[in-house]
């Protein structure tokens, strides 16, 4: 299983960006598709996931209300649409697709949020 991330960008307080996962590969194993940030100086840690075949989701609750995870399934993507930013946003964003273990064992590169104040 490959992804390939994108989106990331510099946005002021309050702003919106969009971001997409592209997965490619052995893409009937994934069970469980995820957002997870590193910000600097910061441990990583979850945003959001999404259950690849029945769409429920979950998200950490500094971002629950904000932000809104989905998939589309023809296209093989996963998004993480994030509304109202905050500087506490600005991190490393990464995707990360889990099988039925539900451990994140794929991961992407990164795309860098940064949310100015």
């Known amino acids: 299983v490959q992804l390939q991330a994108s989106g990331g960008g510099l946005v002021q307080t309050g702003g919106s960006l969009r971001l997409s996962c592209v997965v490619s590969?052995?893409?009937?194993?994934?069970?469980?598709m995820g957002w997870f940030r590193r910000a600097p100086g910061k441990e990583r840690e979850f945003v959001a996931a999404?259950?690849?075949?029945?769409?429920?989701?979950y998200y950490a609750h500094s971002v629950k209300g904000r932000f809104t995870i989905s998939r589309d399934i023809g296209k093989n993507t996963v998004y993480l649409q994030m509304n109202s930013l905050k500087p506490e946003d600005t991190a490393v964003y990464y995707c990360?697709?889990?099988?039925?273990?539900?451990?994140?064992?794929?991961w992407g590169q990164g795309t860098l949020v940064t949310v100015s104040s």
């Open positions: 990360a697709a889990a099988g039925h273990s539900h451990d994140y064992d794929y």
């Open positions: 590969g052995r893409t009937f194993n994934i069970y469980d």
């Open positions: 999404i259950t690849w075949s029945n769409g429920n989701s």
